[in-house]
């Protein structure tokens, strides 16, 4: 009997330890990798930082980078936005 009592401590305490591990490694993961574009796509052109003038076309966003950004941590989105990360790079100028 007191063996199977062990036994079922003991699995709750791994299953609490896999469980917390995993979540761990989640926030983790979202603090390293804040947003996709920035991390993952290159340096930044002075195109994509600078915003377009009255007249001019608006800036091409990277569809897939955003999707990411926002499935994986939202906050990270602000940050491409803000660097210009998110935005196509500039062809032809």
């Known amino acids: 009997m007191n063996i199977l009592i062990l036994l079922t401590h003991l699995k709750v305490f791994v299953m609490k330890k896999i469980t ?3 979540l761990a490694i989640l926030l983790l993961v979202m603090i390293i990798l804040p947003s996709c574009a920035t991390v993952f796509c290159g340096p930044v ?3 994509q930082r600078t915003k377009p003038k009255a007249g001019e076309p608006q800036r091409a966003v ?3 980078v955003l999707v990411l950004d926002i499935l994986l941590f939202w906050p990270g989105a602000i940050i491409d936005f803000a660097t ?4 196509k ?5």
């Open 20 to 22: 917390s591990t995993i």
């Open 45 to 47: 052109s002075t195109c």
């Open 62 to 64: 990277r569809g897939g």
């Open 84 to 87: 210009g990360a998110i935005y």
């Open 89 to 93: 790079p500039c062809t032809g100028k």
